[in-house]
């Protein structure tokens, strides 16, 4: 139960993004970054991510990256816009874990020397998969005022897991903010570490997120980590040739501090 615990909680903090504004006319392109602290305030690692929307369909880049700026882990995600299942796929270099879904079909890979595995998963009405968490908060921004629950896929199990969120207004560094907390929605669910996401009102986009981290320390086991993704650290929309260099940069395989 611990351990379905932290990879429910993992695979929340890995699709905890900056929501973009609910308004309409979202930009065609855009680009920030997260930083990821432990609770001792080191920097973990940041978050590099890279958005593009056309078509109606909208892809996500991430690259996860060494307190010295080079990257170890890369993660896309592709699906319609304000989709809640979107397909996605993440690789960490410094151990070779994998893990992703793609129409139906769930996979993982311990590490480079193990060998990976997969499965077919029903999604129930209410799933929730990776960044689609994201869109789903903000298109039932009005609805989870008062609680709600949700079916989120958690790749290391293969399965969708109930989920249960309650909402809380408040402030943020004089910041009003609306906090989301979740839990699992099972009897065990009292026991799991917390996990807090707040969200500023006035364009519903993620300021910060606490709790269990979705990539693993350098000794492969789990970590704490506060990740704040401060509006000085938006850049300018990034052009096609800027995300391409994005996703083909190479990935490291040891963050040296």
């Known amino acids: 139960m611990a351990a379905t615990r932290l990879l429910l909680l993992a695979a929340l903090s890995l699709i905890l993004t900056p929501a973009l504004s609910h308004a309409q006319g979202l930009p065609a392109a855009e680009h920030y970054v997260g930083i990821a602290r ?9 978050e590099a991510h890279w958005v593009t929307r056309a078509d109606g369909r909208q892809s996500r880049l991430v690259l996860y990256l060494c307190p010295d700026g080079r990257p170890f882990a890369r993660k896309w ?3 319609p816009l304000g989709g809640s299942t979107p397909d996605f796929a993440l690789e960490d270099a410094r151990d070779g874990y994998l893990e992703g879904a793609r129409a139906g079909t769930v996979y993982t890979r311990d590490n480079a020397t193990a060998q990976q595995e997969s499965a ?17 908060l903000r298109t039932h921004w009005d609805a989870l005022s008062n609680g709600g629950a949700i079916h989120f896929l958690v790749p290391g199990r293969h399965a ?8 809380e207004d408040g402030q943020l560094d004089g910041v009003p903010v609306r906090r989301f907390h979740l839990r699992l929605d099972a009897w065990y669910g009292f026991a799991a570490p917390k996990l807090e996401v707040a969200y500023r009102v006035a364009d519903r986009r993620l300021l910060r997120f606490t709790g269990i981290g979705s990539l693993r320390d350098g000794n492969g086991g789990s970590q704490a980590v506060r ?30 501090q």
Do not use: M, N, W
């Not at 897991?161 to 309650?166: A, K, N």
């Not at 040739?241 to 190479?250: E, H, K, L, N, R």
């Open 38 to 46: 432990t609770d001792d305030g080191r920097e973990a690692y940041r």
């Open 77 to 79: 995600v592709r699906g």
């Open 120 to 136: 077919r998963v029903s999604a129930p009405a209410d799933a929730v998969i990776d960044a689609g968490f994201d869109d789903y």
């Open 160 to 167: 969708f897991l109930p989920l249960r969120i309650r909402a």
């Open 227 to 256: 990740i704040d993704f401060p509006d000085k650290l938006r850049a300018p929309a990034p052009t096609r040739q800027d995300i391409d260099a994005a996703a083909t940069q190479p990935l490291v395989s040891r963050c040296t």
